[in-house]
């Protein structure tokens, strides 16, 4: 045991070695080039689930972790049975099998080391809601899935609009699947396309002036520190505030000031350092840390079909359900 820690240990310092030496490529303007596909996939998520107690363990433990995953999703992916009868009346039907999944299969390493969350301030792993920061969430939240009165009620990633959670961003977090982000870089722009809802987020470089109103997504603004890419966005449409999805869920109000750094340390791995400055929501800034790890790639087109047929079926569910003197049933979010 002792070796096997000594060895895990030696390992992590030439890790962190290495990507301290490391010097980025440059593209044709001279920039560092962070251009190809990236993705965050990953068993790590933002906040620290309550089985860690620290935000790094060992790799024994990781690897055992993995293997655990590993097992549940061969389970889940094996053939549905031809045979089984359909679902009594209000019975759940079930949803995606495993195979149309990709959370990842590994937690995330940054510089050798392996995370139990994306949070690295507070240091317990856990968003830093004010009481009616988090108040103004629940109340956000309940209100989603309780309303059907028309498809403005009904979150993004129901309207093909933005994708589920928090994956278009800024901050951009890894989800159930279609975590495959392409960069591709300008003079005066970087373009972040999202595969998770086919969303292109357009940031510029020369161009510091704000625009004015909302925009989904907010407005981005580049600039270069060294090898490093500053991104401050600011200006969200209020209708993206809740980005609910299971223990990625996150709340920002218009008013939030996000900054992201993107750093290329390695040939194949990407830092993203993100902090979120939202008085109104939290007591005090957070600010956490993902990896982005290069795919192979191509990113194919995420055709988004629920606007076009799952809403009209939800609304038609619910007037039937009115009709019926009941109340439509609340909708898990948690996608």
Known sequence: MRAMSFAAAICAVATVAQAADYKAPRNAFGQPDFEGVWTNAS??????????KTLTITEQQ???MEAGRARMLEAQSKPTDPNAPAPKAGQDPGGY??????PGTRMGRIKGEVRTSWLVDPVDGKLPYKPEGYKLYQDTLFKARNTFDGPEARPLGERCILGFGSSAGPPMLNVLYNNNYQIQQ????VVIVVEMNHDARVIRLADKRRQPGATWMGD???RWEGDTLVVETSGFNPGESLRPYFGASLFLSP???VTERFTRISPDQILYAFEVDDPKVYAKVWKA???LNASKGPVYEYACHEGNYSLPGILAGARKAESEGRKPDAVDLAE
């Open 97 to 102: 099998n495993a195979f149309w999944t990709d």
């Open 220 to 222: 981005s603004v580049g």
């Open 186 to 189: 300008a003079k005066d722009h």
């Open 43 to 52: 068993l790590t998520s933002l906040e620290r689930g309550p089985q860690f």
């Open 255 to 257: 008013e939030a000031k």
């Open 62 to 64: 990781a690897k055992a």
């Open 289 to 291: 840390e993902m990896p």
